[in-house]
């Protein structure tokens, strides 16, 4: 069994505005996939059902080939926003999850100080978020989600908030932690070079309702670094998936739906 996260003919709704239609998606175990779709289609709402905090009206949604409605537990989910707690610390953040799941308060805060050198956050364990910079602010954030569930990790847009050049070492730094913890990643970005820097697969999300999403694997091995941009096998991938952007677009304005 190679999957870890899929949606089966699943069905959902605002009220009166539906947003999936017969929807299917599946992500393998290790992958690191990367969704992307014009605004308001539905990819954080896709996300809030995976993390079950939304049920789907039909289908089924499976976690290791399992239909669940207690997804929660088996996901580490980072919105948007980094929701660090202003109150707490560095440690205390990060710690939460361990001591939701049981943890006492000091065996929580020892495992995340022996994390913190990865995310070269050591020398901040105990300031507020009101002192660290965007990046740090993110790395806190991406520790806590994967101590919530590091076997599935969802990514809503991590990096829009923040400078060009902080992205682009958080990107780098994402793939290194992708390798050493072989956790399954999926990524919502709006950024069409990092969605194709950082995934083995890439899936355009269209119509509405969205129905079958179109996917593309990305052809270029790994490790990877910012400077894998300029590969030829790069610039000709986005060279087609804007196109079948474009072409939603067009689709989307004549009040119809496809990528090709
Ligand atoms: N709780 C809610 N009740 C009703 N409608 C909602 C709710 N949450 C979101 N919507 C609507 O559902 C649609 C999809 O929202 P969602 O946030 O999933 O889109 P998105 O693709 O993630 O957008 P963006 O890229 O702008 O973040 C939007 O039109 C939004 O207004």
Same mark, same amino acid.
């Given at each position: ?8 003919? @699943?069905?959902f $709704? ?5 947003? *999936? $239609? ?10 690191? @996939? $990367? *969704?992307?779709?014009?605004? #308001? ?7 809030q ?16 080939g ?6 929660? #537990?088996?996901?580490? !989910? ?10 707490r ?21 020892r ?7 990865? !995310? ?52 780098e ?39 079958a999403? @179109? ?41 119809? @739906?496809? !990528? #090709?």
């Open positions: 069994m190679n999957e870890k996260l899929a949606f089966s003919q @699943v069905d $709704s605002y009220g009166e505005r539906k947003l *999936l $239609s017969s929807f299917d998606l599946e992500v393998k175990k290790g992958d690191f @996939v $990367s *969704l992307i779709g014009p605004s #308001g289609i539905g990819k954080s709402t896709l996300f059902l995976a993390a079950g905090l939304l049920q789907p009206q039909a289908g089924e949604i499976r976690i290791d399992v239909a669940t409605k207690e997804r929660l #537990g088996k996901i580490g !989910y980072m919105p948007q926003s980094d929701a660090l707690m202003p109150w610390t560095v440690v205390e953040n990060a710690a939460l999850p361990l001591e939701i799941q049981g943890c006492s308060k000091k065996e929580a805060q495992r995340v100080r022996e994390e913190l050198p990865r !995310y070269g956050l050591s020398e901040w364990a105990d300031a507020y978020p009101h002192e660290l910079s965007g990046g740090m602010r993110q790395r806190v954030s991406f520790l806590r989600a994967l101590l919530f569930g590091s076997d599935l990790m969802l990514l809503d847009e991590p990096f829009s908030a923040l400078d060009g050049i902080t992205r682009l070492e958080l990107q730094w994402l793939l290194q932690m992708w390798r050493q913890t072989g956790s399954t990643m999926i990524l919502i970005t709006h950024d069409m070079d990092e969605a194709i820097l950082l995934a083995n697969r890439v899936i355009l999300l269209s119509g509405a309702p969205i129905t999403p @179109v996917e593309r694997e990305v052809p270029i091995a790994y490790p990877r670094s910012t400077a894998s941009r300029n590969l030829p096998a790069f610039l000709d991938l986005r060279e087609e998936i804007w196109g079948l952007l474009r072409q939603a677009a067009g689709a989307k304005a004549q009040g119809g @739906v496809a !990528y #090709g």
